[in-house]
């Protein structure tokens, strides 16, 4: 009767470390998210903003009308990436992921697609603003750029970490 009880709390020790939480890989991402938020009002052209020191944080985050507080960053070792977009009831294209390149540099922001046809015809801002580890930056100066809409044009940043 032990064995079992033994192989029984086994079993349940292999399954549940094996939960697919995400939480583990979220741990090791080299980016963290500091508001992911549809804003009321008004509407942003699709585009990135970059920040590599406080003073610039707090204008960027003011400039976004983030309604959210300003999480803490340690510039020392984070940079702050922002994406911004329109977006309408609807269609939406929420943010899923933040892929960093080193050849070509570049970090993209990637987000889920919505069905053509049946998007409305209001529009509202969209803001992605994001922590990334600059010892993850190793390619010198990085497009900082979105894959919503790639071919428009003045929709990307410049960072130098």
């Known amino acids: 009767m032990g064995f079992k009880w033994l192989l029984f709390g086994f079993l349940a020790l292999i399954v ?7 939480s583990a890989s979220d741990d090791h991402r080299p980016w963290r998210v500091l508001a992911d938020e549809h804003l009321v009002g008004g509407s942003f052209e699709v585009g990135a903003m970059t920040a590599t020191a ?8 003011a400039a976004l009308g983030v309604e959210s507080d300003e999480p803490a960053v340690d510039f020392d070792e984070e940079v702050v990436v922002a994406y911004t977009a329109s977006y309408s009831s609807g269609c939406e294209y929420p943010f899923i992921d933040l892929e960093i ?61």
């Open 16 to 22: 549940g470390g094996c939960s697919d939480s995400g």
């Open 101 to 161: 390149s080193h050849n070509p540099a570049a970090i993209t922001a990637r987000y889920a697609g919505s069905e053509p046809g049946v998007c409305a015809a209001d529009e509202n801002p969209y803001v992605v603003v994001l922590a990334v580890q600059r010892d993850a930056l190793t390619g010198g100066d990085y497009l900082v750029d979105s894959e919503i809409w790639p071919d428009r044009a003045n929709t990307s940043a410049t960072l130098r970490p």
């Open 54 to 61: 406080s003073d610039q944080y707090h204008t960027m985050w």
